[in-house]
């Protein structure tokens, strides 16, 4: 009997920008290619929906832009918020990515001034900053995730600064990039079966290892356990293109850097 996991895709129309569908592509191949199906329930706007996410076996979340997340943020509070808390309680995971990842806590505050108010499910709190942090992103994953790579490579584009409560985790430190806020060196949240990130890209097929903590997680939420191995060859190329491609841009700016100084001391 093959298994069949439930992937509850939360408001698939509003939050799901800079590629993040893609991530939805990653799981199910890495399911499909270890004998498994996964079967997406789109999870959008409406109590009826709200009644959906029991059935889960985890969830994505992806970004949005600020009036994409106004949209979806009273419907995530009245109809999900208590599903929610109760599947991600029980080990399910839930990747939030961006939009979805500042809907995880307490609100998130628009460069226009408007408070979008979020799920209260964990401790943080987004406020938009001056500047976007738009550009490639290299992580030093947290080694609680258990992953072989040194990185976590993706892609950032957000005006959101956000702040985790003491007693939460970022999900890694960040190399180059801004990360949560620019300030503290964090990227993103580890919390039990939650992960928030701010790495477009899309974030799983670069970063397989994640995807696998996602799959091992719906697998078996309170116990999971090692896969079985994949020839992930394709996905190492992915991997050490983009994070030579980050080399590249850092050597870049560092040059245009020294240029800037060599010729402001010139100027005297
Ligand atoms: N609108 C939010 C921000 O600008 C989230 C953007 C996103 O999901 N990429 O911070």
């Keep these: 009997m093959t298994r069949t996991l439930r992937l509850g895709h939360l408001y698939p ?3 799901s920008i800079y590629g993040d569908r893609g991530n939805l592509v990653c799981l199910r191949r890495r399911a499909e290619w270890r004998g ?13 929906d709200g009644r959906l996410v029991a059935g889960c076996d985890g969830f994505l979340f992806g970004g949005g832009q600020d009036r994409d997340e106004a949209e979806v943020a009273a419907d995530l509070r009245a109809f999900k918020a208590g599903p929610l808390a109760e599947a991600v309680a029980a080990g ?5 990515v961006c939009g979805g990842y500042q809907l995880l806590g307490s609100h998130y505050r628009t460069r226009a001034g408007a408070v ?10 987004t406020e938009a900053g001056r500047r976007r942090a738009v550009g490639n992103v290299l992580v030093r994953p947290d080694p609680g995730l258990g992953l072989d790579a040194p990185w976590l490579v993706g892609f950032e584009n ?4 956000t702040f985790l409560g003491p007693e939460l985790r970022p999900l890694g430190r960040t190399e180059v990039g801004g990360g949560n806020n620019g300030v503290d060196g964090g990227e993103g949240v580890l919390a039990g079966s939650i992960i928030g990130t701010y790495l477009h890209g ?15 997680r719906a697998l078996a939420p309170a116990a999971p356990a090692p896969l079985p191995p994949l020839d992930d060859a394709a996905e190492r190329l992915a991997w050490d293109r983009a994070v030579a491609q980050v080399r590249r841009e850092q050597g870049g700016l560092a040059a ?12 005297g």
Excluded at 256 to 267: D, E, F, G, I, K
């Design 13 to 15: 129309l509003q939050m």
């Design 36 to 48: 498994w199906r996964l079967e997406v329930i789109a999870i959008g706007l409406g109590a009826g």
């Design 92 to 96: 399910r995971p839930l990747l939030a």
């Design 116 to 125: 979008v108010p979020g799920l209260g499910l964990l401790p943080l709190r």
């Design 158 to 161: 957000h005006s959101g600064r």
């Design 202 to 216: 899309p974030v799983l097929p670069r970063n397989p290892g994640l995807a696998d903590w996602w799959l091992a």
């Design 256 to 267: 245009r850097a020294r240029r800037v100084l060599v010729r402001r001391r010139a100027a």
